[in-house]
């Protein structure tokens, strides 16, 4: 029974059984709640908890996991990102166990969860709580990604660790991979499940991850071509010695 809740869905085994489209109504409460659950921007948290401080203040100016570690270093980075990756987890969850992930060949046609998981990453860019200043959407799409599309977010992965590791800029492989999401999609369906199951709607979606974070990285993009762009380096430059 929980499996077949998790396949299609609350709403269409229990409270409506049989029922194959999700009511309009719900998608308004399903936004914001994913919106909320993003808005609780994990940078700026551990950076007031344990550094009296704010992310935002420093680096690049981005409440996000790469200027996390810069500024703080291994821990608050390690603990950013945990926390992004459980409030991302818990926004497509609640929308994949209430209104069906719909699995086949290990992709995820329910709708519901790559909404929730897009209202995730706008509210951890633009987080209420936050004054609306927040992170690029990287990592919390890399976990919509992980979830309901599981081998493509491998193949993307490796693709981002090569870009980051021949040339040291995460913005480079972030960008890169945002950009080749709605294509992996399209070909994996295309490949493994056939056009009689190509779904349009689902590469508009993850389209709509992609044009976010390019957006985004806009400003990375300009320090990329005039080659202003900070590299990556596994050893911390914050400001000054290790907060406490």
Known sequence: ??????????????????????????????????????????????????????????????????????????????????????????????????????????????????IMGFSCVIGHIKPVFYHFHGGKGVLCTAVVALILAPPVFAVLLLVFILIVWLTRYVSLGSVVVAGLLPIAIQGYMQTFLGQEQYDGALVLLSLSFTVVVVFCHRQNLIRLWNRQENKFSFHRHGDGEDKK
């Not at 409270?15 to 308004?28: D, E, R």
């Not at 940078?43 to 401080?53: E, F, G, Q, T």
């Not at 996991?65 to 603990?79: D, I, P, S």
């Open 1 to 114: 029974m929980f499996v077949e809740i998790l396949q299609k869905g609350l709403y269409a085994t229990v409270i409506s059984p049989g029922a194959t489209n999700m009511p309009v109504l719900f998608l308004l409460p399903a936004l914001l709640v994913g919106y909320l659950l993003g808005s609780l921007n994990s940078a700026v948290i551990v950076s007031r908890l344990l550094y009296r401080d704010d992310i935002r203040r420093h680096g690049s100016g981005n409440a996000g996991l790469t200027n996390m570690f810069r500024t703080y270093g291994k821990r608050a980075a390690l603990l950013t990102l945990l926390g992004d990756i459980l409030k991302t987890a818990l926004a497509v969850f609640l929308g994949g166990f209430f209104f069906g992930f719909y699995y086949a060949q290990s992709l995820s046609f329910g709708y519901m969860g790559y």
